[in-house]
């Protein structure tokens, strides 16, 4: 099915792809700001997850594993900012800052002997007939197993935060620490464990760029993907499915601007590369202009004191 020049079937499976790793880092930073905790590391987590991930897929040829020690380097760096807002009480802001500039640099550090590789494919599922469908086959059913994995964290995590007690301890955390440490939780074990989830979730999405969607290592190849996944968890009010829809319209201007370089637009490269961060901005401004920030977690960002 073609539409002004443009094969839509195509754009949209593209657009999944695309998708997929900012959807990871998003989901997982959702978790960790309805636990109360503010980490604007996401870009330094992802980026890490990459380069563990191709290291691991390398020397293993086995995607899956590489998958793996990609979530494992995004919950370290995560374990890291955990340790010092948690118990060594720094500023989130400035911690969160700091871990970002410091996963870019590690990460260059450790990919250094990488770069001329190539890591093992990753196979797409065979869902028998629907794959066959006409249109609808090459659209949703002929991805890797992530693109599916991204959506069922999604409805996991959709599912825990609204139909479960740990859910529901988690968003009690996250509305008002001092209460909940009253009432016998213990805040920084949740907060601790919130955010390891957060850096494997990163790490994930990492790990989706560096071996399936542009399957090489390049330095600083995460290009801005953790500050929008950070942009989407606001846009989505902090809810899960809102999430996908922000990253799944991410995803779309990615492709659209990708396709419109490739058919010769003549529109300036640098105008068509910035129109998707152009679009983050505009959104989170109009979101900025509400009067109340609707699903704010009211501890978010504060520090906790369990002496208090």
């Not at 201007?253 to 901005?281: C, E, H, K």
């Not at 109009?286 to 004191?305: E, K, M, N, Q, Y």
Request: glycine share 12%; proline share 4%; with cysteine.
């Amino acid at each position: 099915m073609v539409i002004a020049g443009f094969d839509i079937p195509t754009l949209v499976a593209m657009l999944m792809v695309a998708s997929t790793p900012i959807l990871f880092a998003a989901i997982g930073e959702l978790v960790v700001e309805r636990s109360g905790v503010l980490n604007l590391g996401v870009e330094g987590m992802m980026i890490c997850g990459a380069v563990c991930g191709f290291a691991v897929t390398i020397h293993t040829e086995n995607p899956v594993l590489g998958m793996l020690g990609a979530a494992l380097g995004g919950a370290l760096l995560a374990a890291l900012f955990a340790v010092l807002v948690l118990f060594l009480l720094s500023n989130q802001v400035a911690t969160g800052l700091a871990l970002t500039l410091f996963g870019l640099g590690l990460s260059a550090l450790i990919g250094q002997g990488y770069s001329s590789m190539r890591p093992v494919s990753t196979p797409k599922l065979d869902l028998g007939p629907l794959s066959d469908l006409p249109v609808l086959g090459p659209m949703f059913f002929r991805h890797d197993i992530w693109v599916y994995g991204s959506l069922l964290l999604t409805f996991a995590v959709w599912w825990w935060l609204t139909r479960t007690r740990g859910g529901l301890v988690l968003r009690a955390v996250g509305e008002n620490h001092d209460a909940a440490h009253a009432l016998g939780y213990r805040v920084l074990r949740i907060r601790f464990l919130a955010i390891l989830f957060g850096g494997a979730c990163a790490g994930l999405g990492g790990g989706y760029l560096s071996l399936i969607r542009v399957p090489q290592w390049t330095e600083g190849m995460t290009a801005g993907a953790g500050w929008i996944a950070l942009a989407i968890v606001v846009f989505a009010s902090w809810r899960p499915w809102r999430a996908v829809l922000g990253a799944y319209l991410f995803g779309g201007v990615t492709v659209l601007q990708l396709n419109l370089q490739a058919r010769g637009v003549n529109i300036p490269v640098q105008y068509l590369s910035m129109a998707p961060y152009v679009i983050t901005i505009i959104v989170l401004v109009l979101i900025s202009g509400r009067r109340r920030a609707r699903g704010v977690p009211g501890s978010l960002g504060r520090v906790f004191h369990a002496s208090s």
